[in-house]
């Protein structure tokens, strides 16, 4: 098996871009996997520890209500381009299937659609911001 270093450099650029802390790219049998972690040395003893990103700590509001959450690990996007309208504002009504915002993965725009009909009570991302596959980005009521 011949190691792929451009493939395994393009991850590591990856982490760092998305500010994630592991990464894993599979394709046939072929499984790659690329994680970050700070080394803390006491006494004489190297153990890992994992960071954890600050903006998926911060969404975890009480607020009732249904819950849009990211599909996928990227940069999240309130409006279709820099200085456009935002596609949903609080206090908009959304219908099921509306397009509340945009996560960019790997250069790709992925639509990310309102669940289910209701108003916007919080956004809980800002634009240009890192989330996390599951992370919450917007609550309706």
């Not at 270093?5 to 790219?25: A, G, M, Q, R, S």
């Not at 949903?88 to 659609?113: C, F, L, R, S």
């Not at 669940?115 to 956004?123: A, L, R």
């Amino acid at each position: 098996m011949k190691i792929e270093k451009k493939l395994i450099k393009e991850l590591v650029d990856h982490l760092k871009e998305f500010n994630l802390t592991e990464l894993e790219y599979q394709e046939g049998q072929t499984k790659i996997k690329v994680s970050k972690a700070s080394k803390n040395i006491e006494q004489g003893k190297t153990s890992a520890v994992v960071s954890p990103n600050k903006t998926v700590l911060n969404t975890s509001d009480d607020t009732s209500g249904t819950r849009v959450k990211s599909p996928i690990i990227g940069t999240a996007y309130l409006a279709p381009e820099p200085g456009a309208k935002k596609f949903v504002n609080i206090g908009d009504k959304v219908k099921k299937g509306q397009t509340v915002m945009i996560v960019e993965a790997m250069k790709t725009m992925n639509h990310v659609p309102s669940t289910s009909d209701g108003e916007v009570s919080k956004i809980l991302v800002e634009d240009g911001q890192p989330v996390e596959f599951g992370q919450t980005l917007i609550i309706l009521k």
